[in-house]
């Protein structure tokens, strides 16, 4: 049987019998894992209080080859992350970072991957207060890039001519992108301001923009459309909800 010691982040956490826990598990050397922490719910367990959503930690696993499930040895924590739980936006982004990554993730090592993951909770862990929401929507842009699905935003998807800053467009979460004026906009246009707000949050080094609701739900439908394909993502909807 072998045994991994891997840097991880705990995605989502439930209780197994009265007294185990499994476990989601984002590593770092071999891409999503679950694993099942026996006596983590016992009074005096050594996982106790560690192994909670959003911490990272450096686990040693038991891997049994051909088993979906691997156990728990040992987990020392580098980071716990509890400040996400207090505040119900940052809690709701990082909940959907981490539901997009257990659905999502390739089932191999993908350290870009596992790097964004982090970068984003760390950045919603310190953002200020007036820069939560725009936090939340950037790094959730940056990740849907990272898994392969970055929306097209520099030129239209019907006639390919570019969208310059100043133009309107229409969005289209389905078709992945941009119409332009001229190609007709069943949805209706998107100013020029909000563009090139979503172009910012979209991008890697552009920093954040001011955002409001048409942030979000333009957010909340590309991701339903591509990256839930009829899963309802629990934490999106909720994410949804709660910042209406
Ligand atoms: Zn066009």
Sequence with gaps: MPIVTTRCVVLQTYSYSDTSKILRLMTLDQGPRSAIARGALRPRSR?????????????????????ELDTLSDFDLVKERQGLGVDLVRFAGASVLCELVMRLAPNHRDQGLYRTLVSGLDALLAASEDRVEAT????????????????????CLMCGRPIPPG?????????????????????????????????????????LPAVDGLQRRMLVDYVRYHLAEGVRI???EFLARISA
């Design 167 to 207: 133009a309107s467009a229409c969005f289209e979460p389905a078709a992945g992108g941009l119409r332009c004026d001229r190609c007709g906009a069943p949805g209706g246009l998107v100013s020029p301001s909000e563009l090139a707000a979503l172009r910012m949050l979209v991008s890697e080094n552009a920093g």
């Design 47 to 67: 996982f106790g209080g560690l192994i909670e959503p959003f911490a990272e930690g450096r686990a040693t696993l038991y891997v049994r080859e051909n088993r």
């Design 136 to 155: 939340v929507l950037h790094h959730l842009w940056r990740l849907v890039g990272v898994l392969g699905f970055e929306p097209h935003l520099a030129d």
């Design 234 to 236: 629990r934490s999106l």
